[in-house]
């Protein structure tokens, strides 16, 4: 039997891994609701209602869920949602360990971002240490596969010219982000910043993750 390759890249997931979830919450949650509601002249919890209600119809398998440009079309609003997503970028928050754990680890090995956001959203999430990453990977708008499919994560090797068991993967969505690249044979980690789960594989927070690869 081979022994297996030595971890070569490591890839991140963005929200709730690299950064906190606020800013994505905010846009998704509140400013478009509100936005819909001032157009349809109604009140905010009904503009709420109703946008939760279409965002529910697709669901986060379906590639339309990450895309602004989609939901901006589908409730028609006329204002710019580049605009609305730099009028917030304020709002991004790392979390602490993060660029720490960053400069650990460039030196070892080759840093990217596998997130289904949009590059848009991708690229303000990583506006304070895209320097550290080789290559941003939105899988909505670079590849147009979910990472709910192991074939995503065939197509980042591809193009880094690796094998599956030379990537790394931290992220913390149990099936896109651990159990689907694992199929794979991807060497990912699950991020479970509550600390209520306990394995091999779990990561309380990065610098547990520095740990685990001896850095």
């Keep these: 039997m081979n022994s297996p390759e030595p971890v070569k890249v490591v890839s991140f997931d963005i929200d709730g891994t690299l950064a906190d979830e606020r ?25 709420k209602r109703h946008v939760y209600k279409e965002y529910s119809k697709i669901g986060e398998e379906r590639l339309e869920w990450y895309d602004i440009q989609y939901w901006f079309q589908h409730f028609g609003l006329n204002q710019d949602w580049r605009e609305l997503l730099e009028s917030y970028k304020h709002e991004v928050h790392l979390y602490p360990e993060v660029p720490s754990v960053l400069r650990k680890l460039e030196p070892h090995y080759v840093l990217i971002v596998v997130t289904n956001a949009a590059r848009e959203f991708a690229k303000i999430l990583t506006k304070d240490i895209e320097n ?22 065939e197509l980042v090797c591809e193009r880094l010219g690796v094998t599956p068991d030379e990537l790394a993967h931290v992220g913390d969505n149990r099936k896109f982000d651990y159990l689907v690249p694992r199929t794979l044979g991807v060497k990912s980690y699950l991020l479970d910043r509550t600390r209520s789960l306990s394995s091999e594989f779990i990561l309380k927070d990065l610098q547990d993750f520095c740990s685990r690869m001896g850095v």
């Design 23 to 47: 800013f994505s919450r905010l846009v998704w949650e509140e400013v478009i609701p509100r936005i819909y509601a001032r157009k349809e002249n109604i009140d905010a919890e009904s503009g």
């Design 132 to 153: 550290y990453f080789s290559h941003i990977f939105s899988t909505t708008s670079d590849f147009k596969v979910l990472k709910s499919s192991p074939r995503l994560y």
